[in-house]
């Protein structure tokens, strides 16, 4: 079992920015691969990015150039690091876990409104 807690959601104005973070509690060394998915409004969920225990990181194309994944393996969170915002960025951010047998783990979601 893997706890996730999610923090660092709020309303920014175009252009400003944001930095999500997700702390793992539990089974934390069962865990490969963490990241951001997030859902907008009438949306299909998409992934934003991940990064694996290894440091491999990916990154939906909207986001690229934008928005970076960080991972500390010690302190077991992962961060997401939203510049530039825009309006369409606005969507609830939901972090997940993914397991090393396959499964997945989600966050509760923390809510990102960019608007002026």
């Known amino acids: 079992q893997v706890q996730l807690v999610e923090s660092g959601g709020g309303l920014v104005q175009p252009g400003g920015s944001l930095r999500l973070s997700c702390a793992a509690s539990?089974?934390?060394?069962?865990?490969?691969?963490m990241g951001w998915y997030r859902q907008a409004p009438g949306k299909q969920r998409e992934l934003v990015a991940g990064?694996?225990?290894?440091?491999?990181?990916n990154y939906v194309d909207s986001v690229k150039g934008r928005f970076t994944i960080s991972r500390d393996n010690a302190k077991n969170t992962v961060y997401l690091q939203m510049n530039s915002l825009k309006s369409e960025d606005t969507a609830v951010y939901l972090c997940?876990?993914?397991?090393?047998?396959?499964?997945?783990?989600w966050g509760k979601g923390t809510l990102v409104t960019v608007s002026s």
């Open positions: 990064i694996t225990r290894g440091g491999f990181t």
């Open positions: 997940y876990a993914t397991m090393w047998n396959g499964m997945n783990y």
């Open positions: 539990g089974s934390i060394s069962s865990i490969n691969a």
